[in-house]
Structures are given as C-alpha cells and as structure tokens.
C-alpha cells in the first residue's frame, strides 16, 4: 500500500502535504509562543512600572525634603545679620545664607532674596547699606563678586517682572502705608477686645483695611502701589488662560506639549481619556500643608546712631563690631510663614517663594534656580542609577510643556526633537505640593523581554530549527522514497526486459538448431550468439544478486594481498571475449611499476567491477568511430595504484557525472534511451570499490570517458 501510494506522489504535491502539516504544527505553536512571550512583556511592563512609580516616589522625596528644610528656616535668615542666643545679649552674627559662595541644599541654587512689603529687594549676601563689609570678614573682591551676584538675581527677577528696576519713578510712601496698616489693625483689634497689637496675617491687606471704610481709599491706593512687586509672585501659580497661551509663545525652549507626543496608552490598564484627564488635572496635596508661627529677633538702629547704621559711613569711620552692637537693638516680633510655592519663569528659572507675615506687613522670600542642574541633580542622577534609564526615555514637563528629557540609551543624554520623544507610555504622575505642576513621563524606548524572556526566545528558536530541519528531512526522505519507488519500477521494467530479451534469441536459436533448421556454417554462430547472451544473463544474475545483499546490508567481500599484475590477467581472461565478440579491440597498458604492487582486494569482486565498467563502455560506445576500450594501471605519488577503463564514445554530461553511481540511475530516459542496462552496474561498482578500501572517480576525455578506481597498495 506505502509503494503504492508512493509511486502515484509527485514532489509537488509532497511538498503541498507537508507545507500543510507544518503549517497546521507552526500557527499553533506560534500563537502559544507569542502569547507566552506577551503575557511575560506584560509582566515586565507592569514591574518596570512599579520601578518607575519607586523612582516618582524617591524624587519626589527627595524634593520635598529639601524644600521643607527650606521652609524651616526661620524668617530672619534671610537678613545679614541673625541674632544669636537670648536677645538681651545683643550678640550677632552672620546669617547662614549669607554664606559665598553659596553653599546649597539645593542642586542649581543661585541664590536667596527677600521683597519687602513695598518692593524693596534685598538679599543676605550684602551686609546691610552704611556698614563697611571688612568689619564683617569680607573683602572688597568678595563684596564685588557679592553685589554681582545680587544684581544677577535681581535681574532675572526683574525680567520676569517679579521686582521692580530701580529707576526714578514714583515714590512710595512706606510711612503713609505703614500708618494706614497700623490704623486698621488696632481698630480690628479693639473691636475684638485684645490688648495685643499682634496681627493673625491670614488676611490680605485689604481684608485688613477694610474694617474702616474711612482707611480704604487711601490704603487700597497705597495697597496698590505695592501691586506691581508682590503681586507678581501672586499671578505666578493662578495664570489664566490667554497668560498661558502667551507664556506657550514665548517659551521657545521646550520641545513639544505632552498632548502632541503621541505616547502609545496601550499598556495602560485604564482607558486612554481617563489616564490623560488623570495627568492634566491639577494634583491635589496630600495633606493641606498650613502656615507656621514663629517668634523672630532682627537688629534694627538705635538712637541717633540708627541712621548712620543704615544710611552708610565712611569705610574709615565704620564703627567696630563692639560699636555696632552697641548702637543697635534687638526687636522681637512674631511672624507667620506660609508654605512654599513653587513655580517656572518665563527666563527658564525656577522661582521657590514663601510670604511671611510681619506686624501687617507681607514679604516674599525665597530662592533662585537655575533650571536644569536642578532637573540634573534631583531628578536625572537617580534616573541614570535605575535600570529604567537603559529601556525608557524620561521627560520633564511643566503645566503640559516639556522643557528636559533624558535617556540612557546613548552618550547624548539629551533628546532634542518631538520625534525622539514618541514611545509606549510607561508612568505618568505628578509630585507633590508644591510642585504640583512638575510632571515626570517615563516613555519606552526598548522593553526589556524579562527573566524568561531569553528562554522563551531559546524554545521559539527550537522549537523554529526542529520543526524546518524535521519538515526539510521528512521532505528529503520522502523525495528520496519517490524516486527510489520510481527508480524500483523502472528496475523491474529494465530487468525484466534485460531477461526477456537474451531468453528469447536462445531459445528461439536453440529450437533452430533442435529442428535443424540451421545449416552447418551457420550453427557455429547460432552457438556463440547463445553463448554470449548466456554470458550476458549470467551477468545480469550476479549483479541483481549483488544488489540483493548490498540493500540487506550484507555485501561481503574477502580481501586478501594480491599482486596488481595477478588481477589484471584474471580481467584480461575474463573480459577479452565480450570485447572482442561485441566488435571493440582491448588495449591493456599497466606499468611494471604498478604491476608490482600489492593490494587488498577480492578476486571476484575486483574482476566485478571492470566487467561493469567494460560493459557499460560497451553500450555506450557502440556508436563511436573509434571502438577500442583502454584498460590501464599506474602507481600514483602518494603509493596507491590507479586502475583505468576508458572508452572513446560521447562522454558524460558533466551534470550527471555524480548521479551516474546512485542506484538504478540511468542517464537516458526510459521511453527514449537508446542503449539497454538496469542501472545497478555503476552502483554496484562504487560499492564494491569502497568495500576494497578504494574509491571510483569518472573524468571526461577527448573523445570519451575514462572511469578510475584507486586503491591503496601495500609494501611488497
């Protein structure tokens, strides 16, 4: 049934079944692999994740860190001169901040400034105006660097319209104010029934103003004096629409809106709409953080000396630090400061501020920043130290508007266009009050497979090679099974035909000669015309009977040391007649040399192979002009003996000269092929060549081919 249906299968449609089955093993065994491979980046998308909030976590910390230990300084480090110890001493000294340079907490600080309540900037680099600074320990190289480091900041201030540029202008009344607040607080106050003058500075001034509507006018028209340098800081964190959109304008340095980098949600758990309405919307605190009261000793001029103390002498007549403490006094006051806020600046720099509330007078004190070393210190350097900075891109925006991105893909750390910032969103929040507008973005750039990701890889990569290598042999074998069952049938045609014909001239010659039909000179012919043909089946048996053993694996020869010479006349005897009888002369050339030799070879088996060789010389030279078949031997360098039959026919088709030795090959075909054979005679020959320890080698020759067989020769 297999021989069957293997002769009526083509390697068409062999292919066509086996593309079939392997297809019908591979598309599951590929879905199985990808979903295993998705279900593994999904876990690894959802642990990076977890990393990635970690990191939020960490900068987030560690921002609010340091900011609270900004805001728990008190209200009179930002002056000059502090207080030291009990008031009642009138010991003094520098103010931490006054340090140069500075020393900061935090990354990126330029430095401290403090806005009075009527526009006054001052900053505690610089010792108060009319105190000589080398009385302080500062030289007039430092106190140059210390004023152009004052200026600097005020400049940027100034540019963003945060102070006012001291230019003559209009003057401000700081008395007139200063009379109309203290009007309305003691009013406030004895309506309430305190004795206290203190003030609670939850208020604003004109909440305070407004309990005499006499003070009104006058004081919201002081009040307003004042609006153009503290109001500022209030327009910084309640910018309106149509601000936002100038300040989007003018902001030339960003790269791109959030909204514009088309992030890929796909990973997301939560529908895109929602994760972006999550991060747009303003964050809440997590707890309302409250302004804080404290008790504050700043020293203020004494006496008549106050005003020189403030207004400035000569460097030659600056009184001594004992003289200085003498002719000032220590005023103990109660402020209260609210928490810090935190905002960006048109100029690029953050701006970290509080106000604090003063006897009804309100300050703004905070710190300059500079932008991206403060990105850099607090937020790039613990990015680059987690395992995120190799597969993700991390983006800083503020109020939608990215302004820094880093990665850790490559030497250049910093992306520069909108299109390098496109990748699968990874995390996405916000950190903390103040900082409530700061938005971290972490994006993938290269999502890493996982633990098992390099297994699942190394079973695809398997599971790929075995199924192809497995389908490529099942098609090889299975191609091979064709053409031997092909080759098998056409075995028996030619057989059967290789008997029938030779039986049926003897025993039509063989009736002739019972019947006597034949005269006398013509039964001499009549005999040897049977002869040969019994020859020729005598041939054909021994070889199918030589294939027979060689299919069963049970072709033996036994070899024993021969001389060469020996072998050759046994050859001559047994192929000089079928030469001769088919028309073709013998020429043996073989060398005394060669003839000499010694080899391991078996008689029968050896003889085998030249009366093959000769017979397939024969067929397929029957047509030749020249009808001489070379039978030669030669010693070769290397000490094997090279034996040689070589006919002057057509040759062989240089493309089948290595078919020719397969198994019921024929180089014709069988509806037009010209000359008889089975097939198995080569075949046999290369086999019973290789059993001996030799091998078999056909060459072209001008004209006809030349078949070679070499073996080994031992030491005579």
Avoid at 83 to 108: C, K
Avoid at 113 to 123: C, E, I, M, R
Avoid at 208 to 221: I, K
Wanted: some cysteine; aromatic content about 8%; charged content about 25%.
């Amino acid at each position: 049934m297999l021989h069957t249906s293997l002769t009526g299968l083509d390697r068409k449609r062999l292919r066509l079944w086996l593309s079939v089955f392997f297809l019908a093993l591979a598309i599951p065994t590929g879905i199985l692999v990808y979903q295993a491979y998705s279900q593994l980046k999904w876990e690894t998308f959802h642990q990076y994740r977890v990393l990635a909030g970690e990191l939020a976590e960490r900068i987030d910390s560690r921002i609010i860190q340091l900011i609270n230990a900004e805001g728990a300084r008190p209200f009179a480090d930002y002056a000059f001169l502090n207080v030291a110890g009990d008031p009642a001493a009138n010991f003094l000294q520098r103010s931490p901040l006054s340090a140069y340079p500075p020393e900061p907490r935090i990354p990126g600080l330029v430095g401290y400034f403090q806005v009075g309540t009527h526009g006054a900037f001052t900053t505690p680099l610089v010792p108060p105006a009319g105190t000589v600074a080398s009385s302080y320990g500062i030289p007039a190289v430092e106190l140059e660097q210390r004023l152009a480091l004052q200026q600097r900041i005020e400049q940027i201030l100034s540019s963003n319209r945060l102070v006012q540029d001291r230019e003559p202008g209009r003057v401000i009344d700081s008395e007139a104010v200063a009379d109309a607040l203290d009007a309305n607080e003691a009013r406030r106050d004895q309506q309430a029934g305190l004795a206290s003058s203190s003030v609670s500075g939850d208020k604003d001034v004109m909440e305070r103003l407004s309990l005499d509507d006499s003070a009104v006018p006058a004081a919201a028209e002081i009040t307003e004096q004042r609006v153009p340098s503290q109001a500022a800081f209030d327009r910084l964190n309640k910018a309106a629409a149509p601000r936002e959109q100038e300040k989007k304008q003018k902001t030339a340095s960003t790269l791109g809106r959030v909204e514009d980098l088309k992030l890929d949600y796909r990973y997301q758990s939560e529908p895109v709409a929602e994760v972006q309405r999550q991060v747009t919307s303003s964050s809440a605190p997590v707890a309302a953080k409250r302004a804080r009261k404290e008790r504050s000793a700043l020293p203020e001029p004494a006496g008549e000396s106050g005003p020189a103390f403030l207004e400035g002498a000569r460097e030659a007549d600056a009184p001594a630090p004992s003289r200085l403490q003498s002719e000032i006094r220590i005023r103990t006051f109660e402020s209260e400061i609210d928490p810090f806020e935190f905002s960006l600046l048109d100029s690029g720099h953050f701006v970290l501020f509080r106000k604090v509330w003063r006897d009804g007078q309100r300050y703004i004190q905070g710190a300059l920043i500079e932008q991206q070393p403060f990105v850099q210190g607090l937020i790039e350097t613990q990015f680059l130290d987690t395992a995120l900075s190799a597969m993700s891109d991390l983006l800083v925006a503020w109020r939608g508007d990215v302004f820094s991105a880093f990665s850790g893909r490559a030497a250049r750390q910093y992306l520069s266009s909108a299109e390098e910032l496109r990748g699968t969103l990874l995390y996405q929040t916000r950190l903390s009050a103040p900082l409530g507008d700061l938005e971290l973005i972490l994006s993938i750039t290269r999502l890493p497979a996982g633990a098992g990701g390099g297994v699942i890889t190394w079973l695809a990569a398997i599971l790929l090679l075995v199924l192809c290598g497995g389908f490529y042999l099942m098609y090889r074998l299975g191609a091979g099974q064709i053409d031997l069952a092909r080759q098998q049938q056409d075995f028996v045609s030619a057989v059967s035909h290789e008997l029938k014909t030779p039986l049926t001239s003897i025993r039509m010659y063989g009736e002739m000669l019972r019947e006597g039909w034949a005269s006398d000179e013509k039964k001499s012919i009549y005999y040897d015309y049977i002869f040969d043909e019994s020859e020729r089946l005598s041939r054909l048996i021994a070889n199918v009977l030589q294939l027979a053993r060689m299919t069963r694996n049970h072709l033996r020869v036994d070899t024993k040391p021969l001389a060469v010479a020996e072998l050759m006349d046994g050859v001559r005897s047994r192929v000089s007649s079928q030469i001769e009888r088919a028309g073709f002369e013998l020429k043996i050339c073989c060398e005394p040399e060669a003839g000499q030799a010694i080899i391991q070879a078996d008689p029968d088996g050896f003889t085998q192979i030249f009366i093959n060789l000769v017979d397939n010389a024969i067929k397929f030279s029957a047509g030749a002009e020249q009808k001489v078949i070379d039978i030669g031997c030669q010693r070769l360098h290397d000490g094997s003996v090279q034996f040689s039959v070589r006919d002057y026919g057509p040759g062989i088709p240089g493309d089948q000269m290595k078919k020719i030795f397969r198994l019921f090959y024929r180089s014709e075909n069988e509806l037009t092929r010209e000359t008889v054979g089975t097939g198995i005679g080569l075949a046999l020959v290369h086999q019973l060549a290789r059993a001996m320890g030799g091998q078999v080698d056909v060459v072209n020759r001008e004209p006809g081919a030349e078949f070679r067989v070499n073996i080994v020769a031992r030491d005579s």
